[in-house]
């Protein structure tokens, strides 16, 4: 995933929620400054940035992002899109972010799952070479491994930036449990389960994939992680509500950020057996 990291280049965290809540705070924000988010973002971005009570904007593209940003968040594959950022424009965010002095936090929790692209690390090689300075990338068990209710994950990457961390979390009383951190040490340790869940997402993702086009959805992105996002060109509400009457429960577009008023987002963490349900109730739909 990336170029050889140092003990003090990695701090456990509860999960990667709690560094997305957390890191502006954690980074003495203030109403004085702004984070930049993904046009379409899981909240907790934008909700983290409040919570220091500063300003946040979305960007599409890099030259979206301000003059004055203090921090900027990139999530690659996407929550909600699946969309994969290639190295290039890895590179041109984080140049953005060296220029403004501005740290560049890439939260990668579903970077083992790709289908139709291979997601990279912002701290892979080709990307950095071997020059951390300025970014983050922030990992999870909670999707390669199913172990969600664990809260284990961590930060790596920049030295100082990993310190700033370190020494306010302390004191916040932000540790991971010692059981926790040997049950993540025995997850890192082994790819087989990782394999075997990957395989069953991907199932699954067949199943509805193929239920959604033949209903006359279109799906966009979507090249890896756990979600499909899906336009059958109508308002998202819209869109719920027909779905709704079928059975099948998506999460409007807009939930992520206006870009997605005429999409919904359709998980693959349902057993088999409901995914395979909501295929059949789909089959004939238009």
Not at 23 to 42: D, M, Q
Not at 109 to 119: K, M, V
Not at 120 to 147: E, M, Q, W, Y
Not at 238 to 255: R, Y
Request: aromatic fraction near 6%.
């Amino acid at each position: 995933m990336s170029a050889e990291l140092n003990v003090d280049q990695v701090v456990p965290s509860i999960g990667s929620k709690e560094i997305v809540a957390w890191l502006p705070v954690v980074f003495g924000l203030n109403s004085n400054s702004t984070v930049a988010i993904p046009e379409l973002a899981y909240p907790t971005y934008a909700v983290g940035a409040l919570m220091a009570h500063a300003k946040y904007v979305t960007y599409k593209q890099v030259s979206d992002i301000p003059d004055n940003a203090d921090l900027i968040w990139v999530n690659s594959p996407s929550n909600p899109t699946g969309e994969v950022l290639t190295a290039d424009q890895l590179k041109e965010i984080i140049a953005r972010g060296r220029e403004l002095s501005a740290p560049v936090v890439s939260d990668e929790c579903y970077i083992e799952l790709g289908w139709e692209a291979q997601p990279i690390s912002i701290l892979d090689p080709r990307v950095c070479g071997t020059d951390f300075t300025g970014i983050l990338a922030v990992h999870s068990l909670s999707k390669r491994s199913n172990l969600a209710g664990y809260r284990s994950g961590a930060v790596l990457g920049d030295t100082k930036l990993i310190a700033d961390i370190v020494g306010l979390r302390k004191h916040a009383g932000m540790l991971v449990s010692t059981p926790v951190q040997l049950a993540t040490v025995a997850a890192l340790g082994d790819d087989a389960h990782v394999a075997v869940q990957k395989a069953k997402y991907a199932k699954r993702r067949d199943v509805l994939h193929t239920a959604l086009v033949s209903a006359g959805f279109k799906i966009e992105h979507s090249q890896a992680g756990l979600y499909l996002w899906a336009t059958k060109g109508a308002d998202c509400l819209e869109t719920v509500n027909w779905l709704a009457e079928k059975g099948i429960l998506a999460a409007p577009g807009d939930f992520y950020g206006p870009a997605g008023q005429r999409h919904v987002r359709l998980a693959l963490t349902a057993t088999d057996e409901r995914i395979a349900s909501a295929a059949a109730r789909l089959s004939g739909s238009k």
